[in-house]
């Protein structure tokens, strides 16, 4: 069984920015992609990055591309996200997930966190 449990989220404003922690436990770590997830009230999950097993490739959403950044410490089971420059629109609940390779679709990923709160205040 795999946990995931998140933390960095908060209040900021904008132009501000955050990183996002995901700490993984119960497997091994890096065997595994690892995707960072977003929902807005109202909107489908939608994703916003995702790195490969050993961190070799990274994949964005358009909307986060130049200002997000996936990284991953496989020694540590922790997963990154750090974000700069944050916008409104921004705004959700963040959640990391864990599966067999990097895909745009939630339903590949095994494991998710419980997700944390972003909020960009204009």
């Known amino acids: 069984q795999v946990q995931l449990v998140e933390f960095g989220g908060g209040l900021v404003q904008t132009g501000g920015s955050l990183r996002l922690s995901c700490a993984a436990s119960?497997?091994?770590?890096?065997?595994?992609?690892m995707a960072w997830f977003r929902q807005a009230p109202g909107k489908e999950r939608e994703f916003v990055a995702g790195?490969?097993?050993?961190?070799?490739?990274?994949y964005y959403a358009d909307s986060v591309k130049g200002r997000f950044t996936i990284s991953r410490d496989n020694p540590k089971n922790t997963v990154y996200l750090q974000m700069t420059t944050l916008k409104p629109e921004d705004t959700a609940v963040y959640y990391c997930?864990?599966?067999?390779?990097?895909?745009?679709?939630?339903?590949?990923?095994?494991?998710w966190g419980q997700g944390t709160q972003v909020t960009v205040s204009s």
């Open positions: 119960g497997r091994a770590f890096s065997s595994y992609a």
């Open positions: 997930a864990l599966g067999p390779y990097v895909r745009r679709e939630p339903a590949v990923y095994d494991y």
């Open positions: 790195i490969s097993r050993q961190g070799l490739i990274r």
